[in-house]
């Protein structure tokens, strides 16, 4: 069995509830669950509590600085971006406003193993999105991350 503290837990998802609902369902035997105990948890946000989670994310292209675990995944996550080309960044950017002007918040991608040009596809793709449907994709997309960083966490990474 394992307990994992709530700072662990938090360099995971940044959304309290979240926190508090994964926490309560410890400690854990197994990896498997405790990815069910998150995907319960993210199905159960508010949309308030998605975009709390949210404003803990990197724009895409944008990789954070600092030496906490939380910046360190996210460098890792993003590494497909960092030999993009000059024109793909900006494109990136350029993309990463018109998607936080199109839905109030940060395009959120599970960006682990993909390469910048399948990055800025898929934001383009998006904006086409209505937005029932891309708080959909988000969700989805936070659960991803979600489960990756848990494993990096289970792995002791």
């Not at 926190?19 to 319960?40: C, I, K, N, Q």
């Not at 599970?110 to 793709?125: K, M, P």
Request: glycine letters at 10%.
């Amino acid at each position: 069995m394992r307990e994992l503290g709530p700072e662990d837990l938090r360099s995971c998802c940044a959304s309290a509830r979240w926190l508090e609902a994964v926490a309560a369902r410890g400690p854990f035997r197994d990896l498997d669950g405790l990815h069910r105990a998150s995907e319960t948890a993210v199905a159960a946000l508010t949309w308030d509590d998605v975009l709390e989670a949210l404003a803990a994310h990197p724009r895409i292209g944008e990789r954070p600085d600092g030496a906490g675990r939380e910046a360190a995944w996210s460098r890792s996550e993003q590494s497909g971006t960092a030999d993009a080309g000059r024109e793909t960044l900006g494109a990136l950017r350029e993309g990463n406003a018109a998607y936080e002007s199109r839905f109030g918040h940060v395009y959120l991608v599970c960006a682990t193993g993909r390469e910048a040009g399948e990055l800025l596809a898929l934001l383009r793709d998006r904006l086409g999105n209505d937005e029932e449907t891309e708080r959909e994709v988000v969700r989805d997309e936070l659960s991803k991350i979600v489960a990756v960083r848990l494993a990096k966490l289970w792995e002791g990474r």
